[in-house]
C-alpha cells in the first residue's frame, strides 16, 4: 500500500479477506482490528510445526513498513512492548513468534532481511541462535524439527528446500547468499534441537 491510511483500508475491508489483530505504524501508533481471541485474516495459506491453519492459533501484527527500508526505531520499541504484553497474557514461548515468511516459505517475503530478529532475541522475545549441539542435523530434518513445514502440494522437494533456505536465511541469517553452506546446516541443526516444535495438546 502507498500509505498507512489505505494499508489499514485494505485491513478493513471484507472484501478482501486480508487483516490482523495489531497494525503499527512507522511512529509507533497502534491500531487494534480484531479481538486477541478473534480469528484474523493474517496468516493465509502456510504451516508452522503441523498446525496448518496458523490464523485459528496465532495473533497476527502488521508491521507498515515497504520491505525495503529498515524498521524505525519508535515502531520496535511498541512491537517489543506489545510482544511482551501478549507472550505474558497467552503463555507465548520465545519459540512462538514467527514471521510470515517463516510459516510460508516461498509465498511471503515479510518481515525480510532488514527487520532484526536478533535484536527481539537480546530482549527475550524470539529465538535467534539455539545452544551448540554436537549432532549436525540434515537441513531439512533440522527445519521440520524447528517447525518449517517441509511438505507443499505440487512443489518438489529442491524447491521447498529453496524456499525454506530463503526463508531461513531471512530471519537467522540475513547477509547470506549462494548455495546451502556448512554454517546454515550448523544453525538451523542447532535451532531444531534446542527448539522442536511442540504439538499443542
Not at 500509505?3 to 483500508?9: F, P, W
Not at 529465538?127 to 517447525?147: D, E, N, W, Y
Amino acid at each position: 500500500m502507498k500509505s498507512s491510511k489505505e494499508a489499514l483500508r485494505r485491513l478493513c475491508n471484507p472484501v478482501h479477506e486480508v487483516s490482523a489483530h495489531y497494525f503499527i505504524e512507522q511512529d509507533g501508533a497502534v491500531t487494534q482490528l480484531v479481538g486477541e481471541a478473534e480469528r484474523a485474516w493474517h496468516a493465509g495459506v502456510g504451516c508452522w510445526g503441523d498446525c496448518c491453519d496458523v490464523n485459528s492459533s496465532s495473533i497476527g501484527i502488521e508491521l507498515c513498513n515497504t520491505g525495503t527500508q529498515p524498521f524505525p526505531k519508535s515502531q520496535i520499541l511498541v512491537l517489543k512492548k506489545l510482544l511482551r504484553e501478549l507472550m505474558e497474557r497467552w503463555a507465548i514461548p520465545t519459540h512462538g513468534i514467527i514471521g510470515h515468511s517463516d510459516m510460508a516459505p516461498g509465498r511471503k517475503q515479510d518481515p525480510g532481511r532488514l527487520f532484526d530478529w536478533k535484536d527481539l532475541a537480546d530482549e527475550g522475545l524470539a529465538v535467534f541462535r539455539g545452544c551448540s549441539h554436537a549432532q549436525i542435523l540434515p537441513f531439512m530434518t533440522a527445519a521440520k524439527l524447528f517447525g518449517y513445514s517441509i511438505s507443499e502440494p505440487g512443489a518438489n522437494l529442491d524447491e521447498i528446500e529453496s524456499s525454506i533456505l530463503e526463508a531461513f536465511r531471512q530471519r537467522f541469517r540475513p547477509n547470506a547468499v549462494g548455495p546451502l553452506c556448512n554454517r546454515d546446516i550448523k544453525v538451523i541443526s542447532n535451532l531444531g534441537q534446542s527448539y522442536p516444535f511442540i504439538v499443542n495438546s
